[in-house]
């Protein structure tokens, strides 16, 4: 597995993690796992990146964990470096979009579900395969996972480990948005670009609040730095002259 790891592509404002495992379908080793809190770590202080988008290699997202030393995972638990990642991922302070196309099961699923938003190619599959593996899917994952698409439709996924397409994956609210394959790169190359353009101020905010991260302490300074960064001011000025807004808040250091 010399070839297995995480590759970073950085295009403009654009950040794209490549989950990227040959051989074993993206699955995550556990050098991966290890690796991804701390790419996060330098491309949330990068103030270049305004967006990073989470994909797999080769059409296929990640087809899980690998599960090669299992007395390993049974001892860690809650604790084990899946989780740590995960949490790292779901508590990145700026947008995350997971692009996925083929399998996406188990740790990839995971994954998937800790970013912000999930566009899935039309030949996409989800798959929460503990039931089938006699083991106990974290805490966090789960509720992560039940907050998402509601307790039903959860436990549909927790008690069968069966696979869904992606149509059903986007009626149960799994993902965001589902397109042919052809036509994923061009709407994510969109989205991300207006992602990017919008005041990072009220992204990052909007994010944390969504998130049930942003305490009344919390807000008060959020509500201070629209004051002081003038983006109000600046996107109300863009609207009434009928321009693009020039917003310029980067976030502050240590914050």
Known sequence: ????????????????????????????????????????????????????????????????????????????GDGSIAVV?????????????????????????????????????????????????GLVYPAPTTHRLSRLVGPAAAKHLLFTGELVDADRALRIGLVDEVLPGADLAARVEGLTGVIAERSQLSVAAAKEIVDGRADEGRMTWWHGQVRASGEAREGVAAFHERRAP??????PAGR
């Open 1 to 76: 597995m010399a070839d297995a790891g995480l590759v970073v592509e950085v295009a403009g404002a654009v950040a794209t993690v490549v989950i990227r495992n040959p051989g074993r379908r993206n699955a995550m080793t556990p050098a991966m796992w290890r690796q991804l809190p701390v790419l996060l770590d330098g491309l949330e202080v990068d103030p270049a990146v305004r967006v990073v988008v989470l994909t797999g290699a080769d059409g296929t997202f990640c087809a899980g964990a690998d599960l090669g030393d299992l007395d390993e995972l049974l001892a860690a």
């Open 85 to 133: 990642a995960e949490e790292r991922l779901a508590t990145f302070a700026k947008p995350t979009v997971a692009v996925v196309r083929g399998a996406c099961v188990g740790g990839g699923c995971q994954l998937a579900v800790a970013c912000d938003l999930r566009i899935a190619a039309a030949d996409a599959r989800f798959g929460v395969p503990p039931a089938r593996l």
């Open 246 to 251: 020039r917003f310029g808040w980067t976030p």
